[in-house]
């Protein structure tokens, strides 16, 4: 069975700081990995994806990702936070019908 | 085409009732997914359709729960004697065989009283 888990459960930064949110997965077959932001009382907004390919994924509002086969690993980066980054960050593993499993999901608080 | 949508947004009930919530998918989209969010957890999977027919339910669908795509556009997620644990988000997303990206509505909040 797939799974996934997220290292952080909250992540505190300053504003401008790097950051980096840590998404382990497992899985027996090839997967589909992708990194979405939640702001409070919505739904889910795809930030990126990984489907093939190069393995360095860039996204939108300047995040990209880079899935580590060997380590099992689609770790989510951005080199300058800002205020509004703050929200709940979810990885999740797709199968072949599309369905999704969600890490527990990383709260990441840029402090001004 | 707006995105989805989901109706309605918060949904108050007394324990017992029924409750229903509507899912409008993405027009072209063939792939119809409900989730259950509850505080500080990630989305949970619940049941997955394609068209009109209802692939796969997870076992967190009790036999309270059912839900029914007719002619394979919008999606209703029926709970029945609801109860206090049924409290959550309710998600649902739409995406298509040739796009492997699900689009997500804005959540429908359940709260049983």
């Known amino acids: 069975a797939q799974s996934v888990t997220q290292l952080d459960s909250q992540v505190p930064v300053f504003e401008e700081a790097p950051v980096e949110l840590r998404c382990n997965y497992s899985?027996?077959?090839?997967?589909?990995l992708f990194w979405y932001v939640q702001y409070p009382n919505q739904g889910l907004q795809l930030l990126l994806k990984y489907l093939s390919g190069s393995t360095l994924v860039k996204g939108i509002n300047g995040f990209e990702a880079e899935f580590n086969k060997s380590q099992t690993s689609f770790h989510l980066r951005k080199p300058s936070v800002h205020i509004s980054d703050t929200a709940e960050y979810f990885c999740?593993?797709?199968?072949?019908?599309?369905?999704?499993?969600f890490g527990q999901g990383t709260t990441l608080q840029v402090k001004p | 085409d707006t995105g989805v949508s989901q109706d309605p947004r918060h949904k108050i009930t007394k324990r017992g009732q029924n409750v229903t919530f509507r899912c409008d998918p993405i027009s072209e989209h063939n792939r119809l997914y409900w989730y259950r969010q509850t505080l500080g957890q990630g989305p949970e999977f619940l049941t997955y359709f394609q068209n009109e027919a209802q692939l796969e339910k997870s076992r967190l669908l009790s036999d309270r729960f059912s839900a029914e795509r007719p002619k394979g556009s919008f999606s209703t997620l029926e709970i029945q004697r609801t109860e206090q644990g049924d409290s959550a988000m309710y998600l649902c997303a739409s995406s298509s065989r040739t796009v492997q990206e699900a689009f997500f509505g804005q959540g429908t909040r359940l709260t049983v009283v």
């Open positions: 999740a593993v797709s199968e072949t019908t599309g369905k999704l499993i």
């Open positions: 899985s027996s077959v090839s997967v589909y």
